[in-house]
């Protein structure tokens, strides 16, 4: 994919303009919502839940110490659910050709189908990324830094990086378990360009 690049995972400090999810912990104020056909917005207390009707669940597991990291499942049955980080609306379009959301992450089971990376601005309004060859390129267990450049985000809906209320959105119809943690912008490497043709 055009523009995608892996970084050694890091540790980045709190801002949360620029950090959204912090060694496992939301940033204020930023929330958590799980999503499914049944209940698209299900807030999530305590780092704990299951979407409305069970088909995407969350927990705390481990990244560098105990509990510093959020690990999701999908179970893959029937339709999308979607694991998605909320809040007051922020503007970024400033580092549009100059940073990624960046995450580190852990792919413990294989997606079955394909995984749609998403910024949103208010729905419908929303940029996207397709990930699902991303997750299979690296061994299942092993941390890795994954930075997706802010102008890589597409979208046919007049996307919108000064109005972001929804900085994280996780998405899949199949089978899926994946930990993250540091939810973040990241500038870019020195000459990357992303998605800039």
Same mark, same amino acid.
């Given at each position: ?60 597991? $481990? ?12 179970? /893959?049955?029937?339709?999308?659910? @979607? *694991? %998605? !980080? ?70 046919? $809906? ?12 996780? /998405?899949?119809?199949?089978?899926? @378990? *994946? %930990? !993250? ?17």
């Amino acid at each position: 994919m055009c523009g995608l690049f892996i970084a050694p995972a890091s540790a980045q400090t709190e801002n949360p303009t620029f950090f959204y999810l912090n060694q496992g912990q939301l940033v204020a104020p930023w929330g958590l919502m799980l999503g499914d056909p049944s209940d698209w917005a299900l807030a999530v207390q305590d780092r704990t839940g299951q979407s409305k009707s069970g088909k995407l669940s969350i927990k705390p597991t $481990d990244f560098k110490g105990k509990g510093d990291a959020l690990q999701a499942s999908w179970n /893959g049955k029937k339709d999308t659910a @979607t *694991l %998605s !980080i909320v809040g007051p609306a922020i503007d970024i379009a400033n580092f549009k050709d100059a940073a990624a959301l960046a995450m580190d992450i852990r792919v413990d089971k294989r997606p079955t189908k394909g995984v749609t990376l998403s910024m949103s601005c208010t729905w419908p309004c929303r940029g996207e990324v397709q990930i699902r060859k991303l997750l299979t390129e690296f061994p299942a267990g092993e941390w890795f830094s994954l930075p997706v450049p802010l102008n890589c985000f597409k979208s046919d $809906d007049g996307f919108d990086l000064s109005k972001i209320s929804g900085p994280l959105t996780i /998405g899949t119809e199949g089978k899926l @378990t *994946l %930990s !993250i943690t540091n939810v973040r912008l990241e500038r870019l490497a020195e000459g990357e360009k992303g998605c800039v043709e």
